[in-house]
């Protein structure tokens, strides 16, 4: 009884050192929005990247509904993120990808009750804001209601800046 008690005093301790993994899937940070038929998980591998690191985001949809879900996407892809900077007035979009799109139309569904998972290697570029808050949406094309967002920092590493 004393030992559980002790860990339960640590819990939010050890929580906030970040005891579980960097990129662990418990860990990493997340964002969820839905509509009645479904729901879109936004969930990236931290919440600090550097210029030029390498992520993989996670989409994941959801169908919710007893109905199938159908999409038409007209870009040729699935999904969009978007990278957003906050300027004080509102949000401004600054990056989009995927950054081209082909004018391909794709019927595709989810299934009652199923999953749909998009893993999206993304390389955070020079140009993305530094040294600020910054928002990533996620969108399934053809679904513009259902969007979450996620808000990180980016950062320079040392080796790249000037001296």
Not at 2 to 19: D, E, H, I, T
Not at 44 to 62: F, H
Not at 133 to 149: I, Q, Y
Request: proline fraction near 7%; charged fraction near 20%; charge should be neutral.
């Amino acid at each position: 009884m004393k030992f559980c008690r002790q860990l339960w005093l640590l819990g939010p301790l050890l929580l906030a050192s970040g005891c579980v993994g960097q990129g662990d899937v418990a860990s990493s940070p997340f964002s969820v929005a839905g509509q009645k038929d479904l729901k879109l998980t936004l969930r990236m591998p931290w919440r600090t990247v550097a210029i030029g690191e390498r992520i993989e985001v996670v989409v994941t949809a959801e169908n919710t509904s007893d109905e199938p879900i159908e999409l038409v996407s007209r870009s040729g892809a699935s999904v969009h993120l978007r990278i957003w900077r906050y300027t004080g007035l509102a949000w401004q979009q600054v990056k989009r990808y995927p950054e081209a799109t082909t004018m391909v139309t794709t019927v595709w569904s989810i299934d009652p009750g199923s999953q749909r998972r998009f893993v999206i290697p993304i390389t955070v570029e020079p140009d993305w804001p530094t040294g600020e808050v910054v928002a990533m949406t996620a969108e399934l094309d053809g679904r513009p209601d259902v969007v979450p967002r996620l808000t990180f920092h980016v950062f320079v590493p040392a080796e790249q800046t000037s001296r």
